[in-house]
């Protein structure tokens, strides 16, 4: 049995739907990352599951056993904010011990917890300190340590590194991946940085106006996109709007069998990842526009004879002009969903 | 060279308006009161030297201030003066955190009903505001007759200390609860949340969070409202007692109807080192809050 379960998760604000018919499941020791653009109610989400926001519709069960008459104090749950919420009259010890105290535990109990905690997240020799005291990082630090010190069934993270400067941001990420390996908690953390969730993520949920658009492995996202939002949201990819005609698909320069399931004259889209663009001794031709060197790979900016414009990621060389092959190739129909993936054998009869 | 000069003097020029007012208006007056109340007597001055039971001396002495401290009446007033200080301060500070946690965590219409009703004393002048007490609350007055009419006995709070410290908190609180929420409205609700999230209940985040957090505005609402308790007069005048009177009272007493101009002056340095007591405690307090940033 799954750990939390949300099932038709409905919350509206002024009669629009933020959250809509919301379903899906958290499994223990799982990290599930909810990742969209602003506004797509993965934070809603959240703070229904908190306890912060009641849901108009649906449940959030844990255990098998519905939250939602539960305030947030009496959840299962730790929370760590966007914001740095560490108290700032209170020491770090204090910051860390509060929600300890309130459960009169043992004052040796607390004192040891604060000690290991402290440890755990490295900074034991912060106790004496105030926040005010503290780096943006070190206090991000201290507000997980003062969630994790409860010892909650699930913790959930509201973008809890988007203050922080990018380098941060990435140790922050790794020291998080490595902390939840060792205590193997469970963990809904809310994002809209693709890298962030792809790295940290057993399963990712992206969301879109309130729906859910894909749940999956990152690499399943990455690599196979439901929809075209998704394909479009995660990563770098390059769109082609094209047509099915005569029973082929019309994109760009790329004229090839149509998938099935796709009608005659249906728009369709193409998406193809900049990495899996490279030139070759055949396919069609590209004249190089820019090229950026970003360091461990480059990337250019290519234009095709219709005058259509594609990015390409390569270590290699790269022409002013030559001929370019796409490797693999998504295809999504005018619903948005995905109709089919040419592979290279696919492609080998691709006519361009 | 010569432009800093003229920036220096444009300075100086826009300074000095406001330092000279203050010290034609404040400075001088509560020097020359500070001369008048250790025995300085202007023979010159009629506003000085016409009035009973002077003290003159070419030294400075303490005698006006001896002769009203061992007083009896003076010591009642004083004794209630800081009583009513006291309790006002806390009602105000009771009610006008109750209101501003209304504002700004009570139920949506809740919160916005209370949030555009409590500014509404400071819209009534003081003496139509005391005149409404006494009409409502006095002997005979509405209340009066309404629990009269069911069969209850009742006695009026007006000419009191209760009803002293009514129409004061009555005055004051438009002031304390805009302050005290203007406070709670720059406290991160994620603050509060995180608190929450830990286990804490309503009373912890308050105690333990909220007021903390509040400190600041808390004590300019106390510090602010003491200082102008203590020297009130309208509120204690219309619905205090007779005797004892609170200080403001007893100040206008001692110079309108006993004639005493240097007591009356004694009586104001009696309650401005009182009210830079309370002064100093709130900077204090607030050196003590900005320590940890």
């Known amino acids: ?352 | 060279m010569k432009n800093s000069w003229r920036e220096a003097l444009i300075g100086l020029c826009l300074a000095a308006l406001p330092v000279a007012a203050m010290f034609v208006l404040v400075v001088l007056p509560a020097f020359e009161g500070l001369r008048f109340s250790l025995g300085y007597v202007p023979g010159d001055n009629p506003a000085y030297s016409t009035g009973s039971h002077l003290v003159t001396s070419s030294t400075p002495t303490l005698e006006v201030y001896r002769t009203l401290l061992s007083s009896p009446f003076v010591q009642a007033d004083l004794r209630l003066t800081l009583t009513v200080t006291l309790f006002t301060v806390l009602l105000i500070l009771l009610v006008g955190y109750s209101l501003a946690l209304l504002v700004r965590f009570g139920p949506g219409r809740l919160g916005a009903a209370v949030r555009s009703l409590y500014l509404i004393p400071m819209f009534v002048p003081v003496v139509i505001a005391a005149y409404a007490f006494i009409t409502l609350y006095g002997s005979r007055g509405w209340l009066d007759a309404l629990l009269h009419h069911v069969g209850i006995g009742y006695r009026s709070p007006i000419y009191g200390i209760p009803g002293i410290v009514m129409g004061l908190v009555w005055s004051h609180l438009p002031f304390a609860t805009l302050l005290l929420g203007s406070g709670l409205d720059a406290l991160p609700e994620e603050q509060v949340e995180a608190a929450r999230d830990s286990g804490a209940g309503f009373l912890s985040i308050l105690w333990r969070i909220i007021l903390p957090l509040n400190l600041t505005p808390t004590m300019i609402v106390a510090a602010f409202s003491g200082i102008s308790v203590l020297g009130s007069y309208t509120v204690p005048a219309l619905l205090g007692p007779n005797a004892p009177q609170m200080v403001g009272v007893a100040m206008e007493q001692y110079f309108g109807a006993y004639r005493q101009p240097q007591g009356a002056v004694a009586l104001a340095m009696i309650t401005f080192a009182l009210a830079a007591a309370i002064g100093a405690l709130y900077v204090w307090g607030i050196s003590r809050t900005r320590r940890h940033g």
């Open chain 1, 1 to 352: 049995m799954a750990l939390l379960e949300l099932t038709h998760l409905q919350k509206q604000y002024a009669n629009l739907g933020v959250v809509r018919d919301l379903n899906l499941e958290v499994a223990e020791g799982e990290v599930l990352c909810l990742l969209g653009p602003s506004g797509c109610g993965k934070t809603t989400t959240l703070r229904m599951v908190a306890g912060f926001l009641q849901p108009d519709g649906g449940d959030i069960r844990m255990d098998g056993k519905s939250l939602l008459r539960l305030p947030p104090e009496r959840r299962p749950t730790g929370m760590v904010f966007q914001r740095y919420t560490l108290w700032p009259h209170m020491s770090v010890w204090h910051n860390v011990a509060f929600g300890l105290g309130l459960r009169r535990r043992p004052r040796a109990e607390i004192e040891q917890r604060v000690k290991d905690v402290l440890e755990l997240v490295g900074l034991p020799e912060m106790a004496r300190r105030y926040p005010a005291q503290l780096s943006g990082g070190q206090q991000q630090r201290i507000a997980l340590a003062r969630a994790l010190v409860l010892e909650p069934r699930l913790l959930l993270l509201d973008e809890p590194f988007a203050n922080l400067d990018a380098q941060l941001r990435e140790r922050m990420r790794d020291e998080l991946l490595s902390l939840q390996r060792r205590v193997g908690i469970t963990m809904i953390f809310v994002t809209h940085d693709q890298a962030e969730a792809l790295v940290l993520a057993h399963r990712i949920a992206v969301m879109r106006e309130g729906n859910l658009e894909q749940i999956a492995a990152p690499d399943e996202i990455y690599n196979r996109p439901a929809t075209r939002f998704v394909a479009a949201f995660v990563g770098t990819m390059n769109l082609l709007e094209g047509k099915v005609s005569a029973g082929q698909v019309i994109a760009g320069p790329f004229r090839f069998p149509v998938p099935s399931g796709l009608k005659d004259g249906e728009t369709v889209t193409l998406a193809i990842r900049p990495e899996d663009l490279a030139f070759a001794s055949g396919g069609f031709p590209v004249r190089t526009v820019q090229v950026a060197n970003l360091g461990h790979y480059r990337r250019a900016t290519l234009q095709t004879s219709e005058g259509g414009e594609l990015l390409a990621f390569t270590g290699g060389e790269i022409p002013s002009e030559g001929l370019v092959q796409a490797s693999r190739v998504l295809v999504y129909g005018a619903s948005g969903k995905l109709a089919g993936v040419l592979e290279p054998q696919a492609l080998a009869q691709v006519k361009p």
